[in-house]
């Protein structure tokens, strides 16, 4: 645990974290703009790669107000609680693809809001995110949730289960490359 932090160093993470979460808002707004308004190259992030699912856009928009609402700056009890409130969307938006995946259920969250066409490439079920994906956020809200605590007053679980749900993408970009 480190004692005295570098301010400047404390800063730049900060301002990386708060601009961060903004471009997440962003970013996955445009992606929402896109399926509302049926602009193709709005819903990917590359002409090569498949859309990105509505169901997927929005967990991530929780996370970005939740990372924004968690900066020191904005850490009233209020704020708070609406931060760890996107946190639990987030981990239940994740917990019921999985189930769906798991139990092999249809419970139709998948088309709720857009309905993908039948067969559409390099899906398995039309409008449902992908596997690992709901895997990523259903760490990632757990790992949010738990940004504030701390075991035997040094060791964070956030830390280690973000590092892990950065481990799935991570995976599957390298997969990519390879043509896997």
């Not at 599957?172 to 390879?178: E, F, Q, S, V």
Request: hydrophobic residues 45%; glycine residues 8%.
């Amino acid at each position: 645990m480190i004692k005295n932090p570098d301010s400047r160093l404390v800063t730049a993470f900060e301002s990386f974290s708060e601009y961060g979460s903004i471009a997440i808002i962003f970013s996955v707004s445009l992606v929402i703009i896109g399926w509302i308004f049926g602009i193709p190259v709005l819903k990917s992030i590359c002409p090569n790669l498949l859309s990105m699912k509505v169901n997927t856009a929005g967990p991530f928009i929780f996370v970005g107000v939740s990372l924004y609402l968690l900066q020191k700056k904005r850490s009233d009890q209020r704020t708070r609680y609406i931060a760890h409130g996107c946190a639990f969307i987030v981990t239940m938006i994740g917990l019921l693809p999985l189930t769906e995946y798991l139990f092999g259920w249809e419970m139709g969250i998948d088309t709720l809001l857009f309905k993908e066409p039948p067969l559409t490439a390099g899906t398995f079920h039309s409008g449902r995110m992908a596997l690992n994906t709901a895997l990523a956020f259903l760490i990632n809200g757990i790992s949010i949730s738990l940004i504030d605590r701390e075991v035997r007053g040094k060791y964070r679980p956030s830390e280690f289960l973000s590092s892990t749900a950065a481990l799935i993408p991570l995976t599957a970009l390298i997969g990519n490359m390879y043509g896997a």
